[in-house]
């Protein structure tokens, strides 16, 4: 049975635990608000890049891109983007699980013969994409991680731009988690490359689209236009993935949080039960010494 002291003991270190996963709760908190004002700055780049791509698709010009060209997908690359650092509950687990699951269908469309080449984002997504048996080949990109931004992103869009179009890929697909909500986050599987003109073609970009007078040319304005919409979806992705990995951490560091509580709780009650039976039989001691007098 456990001493009053080191009770006390217990009970001080449960109660550090808890202001520390208090902190980091609130900490990540600020981090998640941060992501979901730079995810909502995005927005009105992507669909102003949209409407104008839908209406050069809606135009009577005629245009074609490498970026647009569909071909036999025989080489897959797939990113997928989790989290360097811990504490996040089964964040990475989760998407690691999905992107075997989603491995496992494209084989079953494109044929077992596909060849997958993985590009993991975050040094604890690496090491769950390591546990993955017979998923595909893990590539690291060094200086790409989960709190890349800017040039970084722009280099690492380009990258995957120049492997699709030199032929070393068919396809670019990218796994995240969606921020739907600070409590919900969805696993998906998009793909960035090659680009399909339905994306484009939607009955609202339709009912907007209103004639045009391109200059220098539909042509050139479309080759332009169609990089820097591939960079905001990159963009875009990075952005909901540090904003689902900190909304996960609010969630774990709450639940540890709350389990600290309980376990205080019932340390402290633990400890006054020992510390009123003590003080019971130094009571009884000392009436028993006055009996005996």
């Not at 709760?25 to 992501?35: E, Q």
């Not at 496992?104 to 044929?111: E, F, I, V």
């Amino acid at each position: 049975m456990a001493t009053l002291r080191e009770l006390k003991g217990r009970i001080g270190s449960v109660a550090s635990s808890e202001k520390i996963t208090g902190a980091m709760k609130m900490i990540s908190s600020a981090k998640m608000h941060k992501a979901e004002g730079a995810l909502r700055r995005l927005k009105p780049y992507r669909s102003t890049i949209e409407s104008i791509i839908g209406n050069l698709l809606t135009a009577d010009a005629t245009f074609t891109s490498p970026l647009a060209d569909p071909r036999a997908v025989e080489r897959l690359t797939v990113v997928v983007l989790g989290s360097d650092d811990g504490l996040c509950g089964a964040y990475n687990a989760n998407l690691a699980k999905y992107l075997g699951e989603r491995i496992a269908s494209m084989r079953a469309t494109y044929g077992a013969a596909l060849r997958v080449t993985i590009i993991p984002v975050g040094k604890k997504m690496a090491k769950a994409v390591a546990r993955l048996s017979g998923a595909g080949t893990a590539i690291r990109i060094p200086d790409v991680d989960s709190k890349s931004e800017g040039d970084k992103v722009k280099d690492f869009q380009a990258s995957l731009i120049e492997s699709f179009i030199s032929k070393e890929t068919d396809a670019v697909d990218v796994v995240y988690m969606n921020y739907k909500s600070a409590g919900r986050q969805v696993a998906v599987m998009d793909r960035i490359l090659p680009l399909s003109p339905e994306v484009f073609t939607s009955e609202g970009v339709k009912e907007s689209a209103r004639p045009y007078i391109f200059e220098p040319d539909a042509q050139t304005i479309f080759s332009s236009v169609l990089p820097m919409y591939i960079l905001s979806l990159v963009q875009e992705v990075f952005v909901e993935n540090r904003a689902s990995e900190q909304a996960a951490r609010v969630m774990a560091m709450q639940s540890a949080n709350d389990n600290a509580k309980k376990l205080l709780d019932q340390l402290r009650l633990e400890y006054n039960k020992l510390r009123q039976a003590s003080i019971t039989t130094e009571l009884l001691d000392i009436v028993g010494g006055q009996v005996r007098d």
